[in-house]
């Protein structure tokens, strides 16, 4: 018996081969196609997550650039609505110490004011410069002085009208 079953168990397992090729074949088979379909799903699934980060990405970017810009925008009319309303506020300051001032030297204001610009002026021009940097400061004040004195008739001429 113990002959038997070693005789038939070799030629049982050489009977059994082919047919276990066979169904493992075609089991391997299977799964290769299985594993070419699973691989061929997760790299569309892949490529769908990345595209989608990708869009996402630049929208987020473009809406957050969107947003700053319009935030500086806002920021920069502030800071000029406030600028200019500091200067309006200096101009208006200014204009009253100079009229308060002229007022103190002289009782009057347009007229004495531009005799005294005049005289300065006269008495800058009688200076011989030292320099050719004092005589640019000399120009320079002068210039100043005569826009100061056409500013404040001009301010004048705007009291004096209404």
């Known amino acids: 018996m113990d002959n038997k079953e070693s005789k038939?168990?070799?030629?049982?397992?050489?009977a059994q081969t082919?047919?276990?090729?066979?169904?493992?074949?075609e089991d391997i088979r299977k799964n290769l196609k299985k594993r070419a379909s699973d691989t061929t799903t997760l790299k569309i699934l892949f490529y769908t997550g990345l595209a989608v980060l990708l869009f996402g990405f630049i929208y987020t970017n473009q809406t957050l650039q969107r947003a700053q810009h319009r935030n500086l925008e806002s920021h920069i009319r502030l800071l000029q609505g406030q600028v200019n309303h500091t200067l309006i506020m200096?101009?208006?300051?200014?204009?009253?110490?100079?009229?308060?001032?002229?007022?103190?030297?002289s009782g009057t204001s347009s007229a004495s004011f531009?005799?005294?610009?005049?005289?300065?002026?006269?008495?800058?021009?009688?200076?011989?410069?030292?320099?050719?940097?004092?005589?640019?400061?000399?120009e320079k004040v002068q210039r100043n002085a005569n826009e100061l004195a056409q500013i404040v008739e001009a301010e004048n001429q705007k009291e004096v009208a209404p």
């Open 8 to 14: 038939q168990t070799p030629q049982q397992e050489n």
């Open 18 to 25: 082919p047919e276990n090729f066979a169904s493992e074949l």
């Open 90 to 105: 200096l101009e208006k300051k200014l204009h009253e110490e100079i009229l308060a001032l002229d007022e103190k030297l």
């Open 114 to 138: 531009n005799e005294r610009i005049q005289n300065m002026n006269q008495a800058l021009d009688q200076l011989e410069p030292q320099s050719t940097s004092m005589g640019i400061l000399i």
